[in-house]
């Protein structure tokens, strides 16, 4: 085992929420060697938290270790673990309910490639490697795409496999494989459908508590997979479908679901499973191919594939005019709506049923000088934040106002937790000037990680939005990075911050925010 960080005392920091009284505690810096990154936060529990770290890979060179600290920060113990062979592909790390597992992949004769899990218990012992699947391709060309996640109670482990052959020809395929919490394989299953690879573009995938697979996709009606047709008319409307495929064990064939968006271009989407084992699928739409995002849906579906609650709503006029100009505008047929840089955030479920879902004005802009120099800027602006009732209805849609441009893709982004009986709290980096600027108010620009402080802005289920600088700028000197960030239990984030790197080193701190 090797200790790669400097230990020293743990700060606590306490506020008074605008929602609640928190409690912030936040490591010393740690300092990493420059051939090691750090990951992602795996899981916590009553004696600490698990992160792991990615090391540049080389010949018998560790791809990945695991380290356990304490709840004051003090590391008990790291582990590295070696991929044995030049040739592995390594996934990285997942917390399976009361263990960790290891993806790997090897191409073990030509074109074929097999997928192993290794358990690794919460002391870091490592246990005996098992074949998950083995997908053979065409040719070289062809590496499968993989999607592998966890059940919302991580009970559940799924490895989505698809297969590109290159051929517009050919079907779409994929593969399924579910596997449980004692590492037995509860079923798998390749599946061919009567629709070419154009055809299919995979949006979203999940799978229930039960070990169902689901996927939001897009399926054209042609094999040139064109987005328009010519409608009633004349008028253009979209030539796809959207439709969530449904896959579990026993069944011959994925049950499709069709939602109707009525000719409606869909402008992304996502699904996921609540409580009750409901899927929700929510997203966005435009009356238009290339016009500006013009609404929102949603559908609630059981396990049994019927329909709870369906819903397409525009947007108001008083919509549009609170999220402001510099957002809206009209498209070439008058419409207005929303300019089409947002991205689909995630979505946030409640205990009552209530939705909260985000969509993040995120883009990037490359600029090349006469001396063929270019610059790529990140940019990062405004949140808009859409709450649904337990029936789908739209109860509010709110905007959290920030402008953001760095080279670093470290400034992008927020990470948002939903918390029970109050609303959701949006954890970003802002100038502290813009926190007392009226919602409506252009926000300061920041490009400097000096201006940044940790900000949180709190929305109730009713709308109301409140912000706060969470952190100074001396309490963390990071800037918070959100693929770290993970909610712990209903109360609790914990987070890290990530210092840019300098001569190729990074530095970083760990916390936990808790919502008393």
């Keep these: 085992m090797n200790k790669f960080f400097l230990i020293i005392t743990c700060l606590i920091i306490t506020f008074q929420s605008i929602a609640q009284f928190a409690e912030v505690k936040l490591s010393p810096e740690f300092k990493l060697k420059k051939n090691i990154t750090f990951e992602e936060h795996l899981s916590s529990d009553e004696t600490g938290h698990y992160v792991y770290f990615k090391k540049s890979k080389n010949f018998k060179e560790s791809t990945i270790a695991l380290a356990k600290y304490d709840n004051k920060f003090e590391q008990d113990w790291n582990v590295e673990y070696y991929a044995d062979e030049s040739d592995i592909r390594t996934f990285g790390l997942k917390a399976l309910k009361d263990k960790f597992v290891w993806l790997l992949s090897k191409e073990s004769t030509r074109n074929q490639y097999d997928y192993h899990i290794s358990p690794i218990d919460k002391n870091g012992e490592i246990g005996k490697r098992l074949k998950v699947v083995s997908i053979k391709t065409e040719s070289s060309r062809d590496k499968p795409a993989i999607i592998w996640e966890l059940s919302e109670d991580t009970s559940k482990m799924l490895v989505f496999n698809t297969l590109d052959k290159n ?3 050919l079907d779409f395929e ?5 596997i449980d919490s004692e590492m037995n394989k509860l079923w798998s299953k390749y599946v061919k459908l009567r629709k070419s690879q154009e055809q299919i573009e995979v949006i979203s995938s999940v799978v229930g508590n039960d070990g169902t697979h689901y996927m939001l996709v897009y399926e054209y009606d042609d094999r040139d997979a064109k987005t328009s047709k010519r409608g009633a008319g004349n008028k253009k409307v979209a030539a796809y479908d959207l439709m969530i495929y449904k896959l579990s064990d026993g069944m011959k064939t994925p049950e499709a679901i069709e939602l109707n968006l009525n000719d409606k271009f869909a402008r992304g989407g996502s699904i996921k499973v609540d409580k009750e084992g409901n899927i929700v699928c929510i997203g966005m739409f435009s009356n238009l191919k290339r ?17 709870l609650n369906s819903k397409i709503k525009e947007f108001s006029k008083k919509d549009l005019e609170f999220l402001g100009e510099r957002n809206t505008g009209k498209n070439r047929s008058g419409d207005s709506g929303i300019d089409g840089m947002f991205s689909f955030g995630e ?11 985000s969509a993040e004005e995120n883009y990037v802009t490359r600029r090349t000088d006469s001396r063929g ?3 790529i800027v990140y940019h990062s602006k405004d949140i808009i934040v859409i709450t649904f009732e337990a029936d789908g209805t739209v109860s509010s849609i709110k905007l959290i106002p920030k402008r953001q441009a760095s080279q670093s893709k470290m400034f992008i982004s927020h990470k948002a937790m939903a918390v029970d009986n109050l609303g959701a709290f949006f954890f970003y980096n802002d100038d502290i000037d813009n926190i007392e600027r009226d919602l409506d108010k252009q926000p ?19 709308g109301k939005v409140e912000r706060q600088a969470l952190l100074k700028n001396k309490d963390v000197d990071a800037l918070l990075l959100p693929k770290a960030c993970k909610k712990v239990n209903n109360n609790t984030l914990f987070f890290a911050g990530m210092k840019a790197k300098l001569f190729a080193k990074s ?6 925010i808790e919502i008393q």
């Design 444 to 462: 300061k620009k920041i490009s400097s990680f000096k201006d940044c402080v940790t900000t949180c802005a709190f929305i109730n289920k009713e």
């Design 167 to 169: 051929k517009k020809k």
């Design 291 to 307: 016009g500006n995002t013009n609404g929102i849906f949603y559908l609630k579906i059981d396990d049994q594939g019927n329909v």
């Design 373 to 375: 120099n270019t610059t």
């Design 507 to 512: 530095n970083f701190r760990i916390g936990t």
């Design 174 to 178: 994929y593969s399924v494989t579910v």
């Design 347 to 357: 979505q946030l479920l409640l205990d009552d049923g209530t939705v909260m879902v």
